[in-house]
């Protein structure tokens, strides 16, 4: 696949996630009807260390810390994906 999907504003009136969203499609199943992608364009305003923080786990929170992730731990995070629909098609 990679494809990439641009949803139009009037076609998720009841998805807000999808509303002008921009998909790139991992899997797409004609034969069932479906298909898999993720939400590029829907930015949180959280970054990854924030959300790393606010894990309450101590066994967690000392996993994460010896991944040493460095500057990924400034990323931003998104929301929305990743999204899998049967009947999408």
Known sequence: ???VLL?????CLFE???DQAIVLLSKVDEAQ????GLVLNKPTGATM???????????????AASLNL??????RLYRGGPIVAPGSL
Do not use: K, Y
Request: glycine share 12%; aromatic share 8%; charged share 20%.
């Open 1 to 3: 696949c990679g494809d």
């Open 7 to 11: 949803t139009h504003p009037l076609s």
């Open 16 to 18: 807000s996630i999808f």
């Open 33 to 36: 009807s479906q298909v898999e």
């Open 49 to 63: 260390g924030q959300m790393l923080e606010r894990w309450q786990n101590p066994s967690d929170q000392a996993w």
């Open 70 to 75: 460095g500057r990924l731990l400034e990323g």
